[in-house]
């Protein structure tokens, strides 16, 4: 790629409201020439304040300085505990999975005849996002439903996979 870009947000842990761009030193160049003190270019109102930048250089470092595989390990773990919530329920199928580009971590794809468990998948997000605590699973089909983890903090994945289970026991009964 000559240039990528990161959401300052998310996995880096940084201002939700910042970002990076990355790439060839010609084309950040460039890409300098659409901001302040250039206010009348296109990037005029991507402009970036002081306090936003300090926050992405420290959220950069501290990402730099983690473990980035113990993090995979749990964040696998995470996702294990919300397949295994639903493990056992007829027609389900349950699909850990890793997008190629964005959002490269793991993800729970669940998919399964409504008819069989009585409820369907934008039914069970309902619940999920009205329950208590809402839950709001990654958007996807019609048909499915995906959830990712890494946003989640201890403990939450326990409450994800008992709020999953309870919806599909109260829709079998």
Request: hydrophobic share 40%; glycine share 8%.
């Amino acid at each position: 790629f000559d240039l990528v870009t990161f959401s300052g947000g998310k996995g880096i842990c940084g201002p939700q409201s910042a970002g990076v761009l990355a790439g060839r030193q010609d084309l950040i160049r460039a890409a300098r020439k659409n901001t302040s003190p250039n206010s009348d270019s296109i990037g005029r109102g991507m402009k970036v304040n002081k306090e936003e930048m300090l926050g992405m250089m420290v959220a950069i470092e501290n990402y730099a300085k983690r473990d980035h595989d113990a993090e995979w390990k749990e964040w696998e773990k995470r996702i294990g505990i919300i397949k295994d919530s639903v493990a056992g329920l007829a027609t389900l199928d349950a699909e850990v999975f890793v997008p190629e580009i964005a959002n490269h971590v793991p993800h729970l794809r669940l998919k399964w005849d409504a008819a069989a468990l009585k409820i369907t998948p934008a039914e069970v997000q309902k619940q999920l996002r009205t329950g208590e605590p809402a839950i709001e699973p990654t958007p996807s089909g019609h048909d499915e439903l995906i959830f990712t983890v890494w946003m989640l903090q201890p403990g939450e994945a326990q409450t994800v996979a008992r709020r999953l289970r309870s919806i599909f026991k109260s829709a079998a009964i």
